[in-house]
């Protein structure tokens, strides 16, 4: 079973930075990407990269938040800057595997005040 695990959500006003963080027990990755759920709305995809580091982003985050991946570590990271109070949400880390498999982390609480 792969696990997922997520961490540096937290508390953070408007105009700060938070990095997330996701390590996965899997070894065979395909894309990995972060998505977030906010109060009311549906998942929606924030960012996601393939093995090959091929990157596309949601249009509300392009120019503010960065993806990136280390795979000999098997985990993805999301830098967040200039972080808005629409940014608050819980963001859960995605892993596709290369047999089309989909896991889901935990998921971690991004706040941002304004």
């Known amino acids: 079973q792969v696990q997922l695990v997520e961490s540096g959500g937290g508390l953070v006003q408007a105009g700060g930075s938070l990095r997330l963080s996701c390590a996965a027990s899997a070894r065979t990755i395909n894309t990995m990407g972060w998505y977030r759920q906010a109060p009311g709305k549906q998942r929606e995809l924030v960012a996601r990269i393939t093995s090959g580091g091929s990157t596309n982003y949601a249009d509300s985050v392009k120019g503010r938040f960065t993806i990136s991946r280390d795979n000999a570590k098997n985990t993805v990271y999301l830098q967040m800057n200039s972080l808005k109070p629409e940014d608050t949400a819980v963001y859960y880390c995605?892993?596709?595997?290369?047999?089309?498999?989909?896991?889901w982390g935990q998921g971690t609480q991004v706040i941002v005040s304004s």
């Open positions: 995605n892993l596709v595997d290369f047999l089309d498999k989909g896991f």
